[in-house]
C-alpha cells in the first residue's frame, strides 16, 4: 500500500530479512528483561539502515515518508521496542535535516550507523503538550545553558544525539521555541530512572534531567523562538507517519500469530482445528480488515502529504490517533480468538496487546489528537 518506488522495496524486502533473522529472536527477552534492543539496532546499523532519511551526499539512503512507514512497520511486526527507537532516531535525523549541512557530522555518523538520534521535547509541566517547553534557555554570548527535566526521552542515555527543546531566552510565549542538539558527550544531564513500562519495555524511554547543560549557539536549529515550524513541518509528519506505522506493524504481527495458531490448534477430542470455528475464523477476518484500513489511512495520508496538500496536518495528525485504536482493537480480538495460551505469553500476542497500549499515550496523544482534528474542522487554532 505504500506505492515504495524499486529502491525502496529491494531496501524494504532485506528489511524483512533483518527483522526475521535479527529482531524477531530477541523481541521476548528485550520486553521480559526491560532491555535495550542492542542487537535489533545493531543489526540495523550495520545495515546502513540507521540512513534510511540521510541525503545520499551523506552516504545515506535519501528515502522519504514511504519508506519510514515500511520500514517502521516492517520492525515493528517484530519487536514495537525496537521499532519506537528506531523511529526516533528518524525523527531526530529529520530535525538535523531541516537545518540542511549544517548537521552533516551528524548525518555522515548516522548514516555510518555510528549516530543514534533521538527528541527530548516532552516535560513534567506541559506534560503530553510536548509543544510548550516549561524550560527556558539562559544565554551567554554564544554559550546556551539548557535546565529542565525531559520526560519520556526514548533511548535515554543511549543515544548519541538529543534534539531539545527550550523556551526562548526571555520570552513568555510558550510557543517561542527554541530547538537545539545536545550530544552524549556534552556534561550536566542524567538519566533520572531506569524504565519500567507495562509495554514497549525496550525503548529505554524515561526521564532526562538537564542541570545547566552547556552547547553553543551553533547547535541550535532554525532561528531562535522560532522552531515551531520545523517541529510541526518536518519533525511532526516523521513521528506520526512512523508512530501510525508502529501500531500497524504491532495489529500485523498479532494478525499474522492469531492465524498461524488458528491453522496449527486443534480440539483434539473433536478432531478439530480451532480454524474450522466460525467464531475464531469471524474474529480473525475483523483483525485482517482492521489492520488493512488503518493501513490504507496511513498510505493516503502519505499520499496527500507528498503532494504538498495544504490539507495534510489534518490527516497526519489523524493517522496516528486511528491507527493506535486499531492496534488497540486488533490485539484485543487476537487475545480473544486465542484465548488462555494468548494470556500465557505463548504467542506473543500478549506483548503486542500490551505494546499497542504505548502509542495512544504517547504525545500528542490520541485524545489530544483528536481534539486537534476537531479544532481544524472547525477552523479553530490547533494551539490555542
Given amino acids: 500500500m ?23 529472536p530477541f523481541a521476548a527477552d528485550v520486553d521480559e528483561n526491560g532491555r535495550f534492543p542492542s542487537e535489533a539496532m545493531g543489526a540495523l546499523a550495520e545495515s546502513g539502515y540507521w540512513g534510511l532519511t540521510v541525503p545520499t551526499e551523506f552516504g545515506g539512503m535519501g528515502f522519504g515518508l514511504s519508506a519510514i512507514a515500511a520500514a517502521v512497520d516492517t520492525v515493528a511486526q517484530k519487536d514495537a521496542s525496537t521499532a519506537m ?28 550507523g555510528k549516530h543514534l538520534s533521538t527528541l527530548a521535547w516532552s516535560e513534567r509541566g506541559s506534560r503530553s503538550h510536548f509543544w510548550a517547553p516549561m524550560s527556558q534557555e539562559e544565554l551567554d554570548g554564544d554559550t546556551v545553558y539548557l535546565s529542565g527535566i525531559k520526560s519520556w526521552v526514548t533511548s535515554a542515555g543511549l543515544a548519541n544525539g538529543y534534539v531539545a527543546t527550550t523556551r526562548a531566552a526571555g520570552s513568555d510565549n510558550p510557543m517561542a521555541v527554541s530547538l537545539y542538539v545536545i550530544s552524549d558527550t556534552d556534561s550536566g544531564f542524567t538519566v533520572e530512572k531506569p524504565w519500567n513500562a507495562m509495554g514497549m519495555r ?11 547543560v552547556s552547547v553553543s549557539s551553533s547547535t541550535r536549529i532554525g532561528e531562535a523562538g522560532a522552531a515551531m515550524d520545523v517541529m510541526m513541518g518536518a519533525v511532526l509528519p516523521v513521528f506520526a507517519i ?15 500469530a492469531t492465524q498461524q495458531h488458528l491453522l496449527n490448534s486443534k480440539l483434539h477430542h473433536l478432531d478439530q ?20 484500513q ?20 489534518l490527516m497526519v495528525l489523524g493517522t496516528k490517533a486511528q491507527a493506535a485504536e486499531a492496534a488497540i482493537e486488533v490485539t484485543d480480538l487476537g487475545m480473544r480468538a486465542c484465548g488462555g495460551v494468548a494470556f500465557s505469553k505463548h504467542l506473543g500476542i500478549e506483548r503486542n496487546f500490551r505494546d499497542a497500549r504505548a502509542m495512544t499515550v504517547m ?3 490520541s485524545d489530544v489528537l483528536h481534539d486537534f482534528v476537531g479544532k481544524a474542522l472547525l477552523g479553530m487554532e490547533l494551539f490555542g
Fill in 85 to 112: 527507537v528506531y523511529l526516533m532516531h528518524l525523527c531526530g535525523v529529520a530535525a538535523y535535516n531541516a537545518a540542511g549541512d549544517k548537521f552533516a557530522d551528524q548525518l555522515k555518523g548516522a548514516a555510518a
Fill in 202 to 212: 525496550g525503548n529505554m524511554s524515561a526521564p532526562m534531567v538537564m542541570e545547566r
Fill in 273 to 292: 482445528s480451532l480454524a474450522d470455528l466460525p467464531n475464531l475464523r469471524e474474529r480473525l477476518a475483523r483483525m485482517r480488515i482492521r489492520t488493512d
Fill in 363 to 365: 504525545a500528542p496523544t
Fill in 294 to 313: 488503518a493501513r490504507a489511512y496511513l498510505a493516503a495520508t502519505i499520499g496527500v502529504a507528498t503532494s504538498g496538500d495544504p490539507a495534510a496536518m
Fill in 2 to 24: 505504500y506505492a515504495l518506488n524499486e529502491a525502496e522495496r529491494s531496501a524494504i524486502e532485506k528489511l524483512e530479512a533483518i527483522a526475521a533473522e535479527k529482531i524477531a
Fill in 242 to 256: 512512523g508512530n501510525s506505522a508502529c501500531s500497524i506493524g504491532v495489529a500485523e504481527g498479532a494478525v499474522a
